[in-house]
């Protein structure tokens, strides 16, 4: 990726900024909680609210509710306008009819904001994370918003490592592009000289050492106008289906029945790859607040005050001569543990999961087993 | 003890055999499954029947129903009752208003056959044994009553030992006593030099390898003038407070408000103490049959056939890469493992375990924490 050419010609003064929150998900990595129907931001794996209602009051500060889109899958959609009943208009909850990786529902996001405002600024966020430093989180948001405002750039959020994580991608930093914000609010946007993919270990060893490499965590924050630029010269193909999108919600057509028709027929690319590392456009602001994917049951543990011997429990939990375990229980059942250490214990009504933690990884072929299983529509 | 001194007066040659199954326990080494109301004879731990069932069936084709009595506690008769139906009278169920240990039980056991046939020959057996071998087990005992029928002795039947248990109580085996049966069927009984209690290991070792020892059972048949004598002898005290209850059944009191009364103020003692160790007249009769008491979780392994990892289990159950487990869901809850080895996981609806099988004997200190929850009345 080049030198970030950009011009800045800033966007009318008055607009006001749009989001799209991300929630799709398979549901398998807090299984048996989580559910292809249920799957992580609808769960309240850590608070006490499902993880998308956590990220829609995170940012109704910076972004109003009439503003605010989430898309889902159809599968989820039901789940997913309880969960915003009350936070977004229910118009805004719109139902991808089948999964065609990020590009298509980011092309879907730009097409909702720019049937609303053709030069809307707007933040494609995942509904999934756990942030819970929510001023710093929403100060960095505000100059993200800021920064696309000003001129034709794609931002992302980079989150600065705090260990040589190997499962997701990474940002790499070039020099200074600029400033947003005044006085102590102001913010240091940088160029991004790459994308690369998840690494190695021993390079992900050398991004955390080197300071210039940020994690990717799929937060975006850019114009309807340079999105759809970027699908122009990136991805025409693409950008040809999601063009009848556009002109449906420009002929107030109905959504769904041209989501229905058009979607299945878009190309599954992620946003990365087809927009983002091709593009020379893109700069980032480091991340202010803390941030965590919980990407799995062990995960969940540091959001939670363990007991004298490192247990971290939720619900309805008993141990004995029991250390390091991860105990879930749904309300009205007791989970006992005797002698077991370093365990995920998670019981829901019509299954429980005993693993160790070391194991977390491996549960797909635990799940390729219940997919076997009489139940299995039910129990996945 | 001394060589069983005995009289050969044969009991009336009609007279029709009797049973009293002591059905007891705390429900403790089984919880979750078992409970203070619900104890192992309540539950199928092993076949498709509560083992109580199981014991009544097997006893069945040797003595009438209208002969078989189950003595029970208060907490646990509304079940028993319930399991009984449609095997037994259910006048013949008797519940204790307190536990009295087992001396007591036994004279209440006299008391009832004895109301109905005062030379009556009773077997007292535990309801919670698992035997799979009914005709061998039938043929034992038809010559233990022969035995105390034809005598005045009190016939044990031992079981073998296969192992140094350290669980159980011993009785070493004398002489020849005598013969009962013809031909083919006839056995040999033995006198009996001494009971001994719970040997430590090398004592059990050397039990084992002695081929004189047998585990005690605490299956005994005797004849109602017999346990009277030895009550009288050797427990005067205990055998004081009987009278009222075998002076009530006689003049056909109600045994329950009798019971109430005389019940809690028997001396708390065990029929191998008060009774077994003090008398001269013991004999046994080495056990043909396949013998397993079920002490805890681990032992249910050995009756279930499992899967090629070793893994036993009940119910909905689903393992992947796990070995050796014992797993136990009810019905309409899938329990799922992943990568864990030797651990007992049993579900029931409102509580679950985990435990290694190797930590079975410490599951009443986790049952002192259950006894703290808020629950704790309907979890025990």
């Not at 000003?150 to 400033?179: D, H, K, L, N």
């Not at 070391?358 to 635990?366: M, N, R, T, V, Y």
């Amino acid at each position: 990726m080049a030198k970030a050419k950009t011009s800045r010609s800033p966007a009318p003064a008055q607009s006001e900024p749009y989001v799209v929150i991300i929630a799709g998900g398979k549901g398998e990595r807090f299984w048996p909680q989580s559910r292809a129907a249920r799957p992580k931001h609808l769960l309240p794996v850590v608070g006490d609210e499902p993880l998308l209602a956590q990220t829609l009051r995170r940012v109704k500060a910076v972004v109003p509710a009439k503003n605010t889109f989430v898309i889902t899958s159809a599968v989820q959609a039901r789940e997913v306008a309880k969960v915003c009943r009350g936070l977004i208009p229910s118009a805004n909850v719109v139902a991808e009819p089948a999964g065609r990786d990020t590009a298509a529902a980011v092309g879907l996001a730009a097409a909702l904001v720019g049937a609303r405002d053709p030069h809307g600024v707007f933040a494609v966020l995942p509904a999934d994370h756990v942030i819970h430093d929510t001023k710093a989180y929403q100060a960095d948001l505000r100059a993200a918003f800021a920064a696309a405002g000003a001129a034709e750039v794609m931002v992302t959020i980079g989150i600065p490592p705090t260990e040589p994580a190997t499962g997701f991608g990474y940002v790499q930093r070039g020099g200074e592009w600029g400033r947003v914000g005044e006085g102590k609010a102001a913010k240091v946007v940088y160029e991004v000289k790459r994308f690369v993919e998840k690494p190695k270990l021993e390079v992900a060893q050398q991004y955390l050492k080197s300071g210039d490499y940020m994690w990717n965590a799929g937060m975006f924050i850019w114009s309807v106008p340079v999105v759809e630029a970027a699908f122009a010269a990136h991805a025409p193909e693409l950008d040809a289906g999601l063009a009848k999108i556009r002109s449906a919600l420009k002929k107030k057509r109905p959504l769904a029945a041209t989501l229905a028709k058009v979607y299945p027929t878009l190309q599954k690319i992620s946003v990365d790859y087809a927009l983002l590392e091709k593009s020379t456009n893109v700069v980032t602001i480091p991340a202010t607040f803390d941030w965590d994917d919980v990407g799995a049951w062990p995960a969940v543990a540091k959001h939670f005050t363990p007991d004298a011997a490192g247990n971290v429990a939720r619900g309805d939990v008993l141990v004995e001569q029991a250390a390091n375990n991860i105990v879930f229980s749904e309300k009205g059942h007791v989970v006992t543990l005797l002698g077991v250490d370093d365990l995920v214990v998670v019981h829901t009504a019509d299954a429980t999961l005993v693993m160790p933690k070391a194991k977390a990884q491996d549960i797909k072929a635990l799940l390729a087993k219940v997919a076997g299983h009489k139940r299995a529509a039910k129990l996945l």
